[in-house]
């Protein structure tokens, strides 16, 4: 199966860059997600990318991926207190649809 | 708007009693899940449901049943509640394509 690990904290100034990051073993998964989770709610999803691309932007947020060194990444732009949360990446194997896994969960504390 | 719900936000059980936790969606998915979030673990699939009365088992399914009488609604039963089982537990559906939609968890505490 897919080992996925994520640092557990990251902290970061209101106004500035956040770079959430998160390593996998397994390298034949079609979709990687990464997933929002705010305090007392279920997860939200953010964004995905494809495993054929290298980079997705959506408005505020950057998605990289570099299948070399199996590496995904997260970057919020101009991290405001709303995205304090904790951030899930995710993957689904191609061979096992509906069936995830999920990093341990980064905590991301925006202070002002 | 899509909405998964889960019949309770906080349950507390005694060792040994048969749990129950629903699940409902107003989608029309065909998918259900049931993850366990457990804190330096993330979430963890129990079981997954890809039609009426059909299920299959996920990475942690011990200790656990399902039931999915009707396409709206996923049931999690633990037959004899331990307190290994002390969780929080999430519930999703799926159409045929990427996105789940959580519900919004169930902490449940066996005591």
């Known amino acids: 199966g897919e080992d996925v690990e994520q640092s557990l904290f990251l902290s970061v100034r209101e106004g500035d860059s956040s770079v959430i990051n998160c390593t996998y073993t397994?390298?034949?998964?079609?979709?990687l997600y990464w997933y929002k989770q705010e305090p007392g709610a279920g997860l939200q999803l953010l964004t995905y990318?494809?495993?054929?691309?290298d980079m997705k932007q959506d408005q505020r947020l950057t998605v990289l991926l570099n299948k070399k060194d199996k590496h995904l990444s997260l970057r919020i732009a101009d991290t405001q207190t709303g995205d304090s949360a904790i951030y899930f990446c995710a993957f689904e194997l191609t061979d096992s649809w509906g069936k995830f896994q999920f990093g341990a969960g980064t905590q991301v504390v925006v202070t002002p | 708007d899509v909405k998964v719900t889960q019949s309770s936000r906080y349950l507390v059980k005694r060792t040994g009693e048969k749990v129950f936790l629903e699940c409902v969606q107003d989608?029309?998915?065909?998918?259900m899940f049931w993850y366990r979030q457990d804190p330096g673990l993330g979430l963890r699939l129990i079981y997954f449901s890809y039609d009426v009365k059909m299920k299959e088992k996920g990475d942690i399914p011990e200790g656990y049943s399902v039931s999915r009488e009707k396409k709206e609604r996923f049931s999690l039963i633990l037959e004899s509640a331990s307190t290994n089982q002390t969780s929080m537990y999430l519930c999703?559906?799926?159409?045929?394509?990427?996105?789940?939609?959580f519900g919004p968890g169930t902490r449940l505490t066996v005591t």
């Open positions: 989608m029309d998915h065909e998918n």
């Open positions: 990318i494809f495993s054929n691309m």
């Open positions: 397994d390298s034949s998964s079609t979709y």
């Open positions: 999703a559906s799926r159409p045929s394509s990427y996105e789940q939609y």
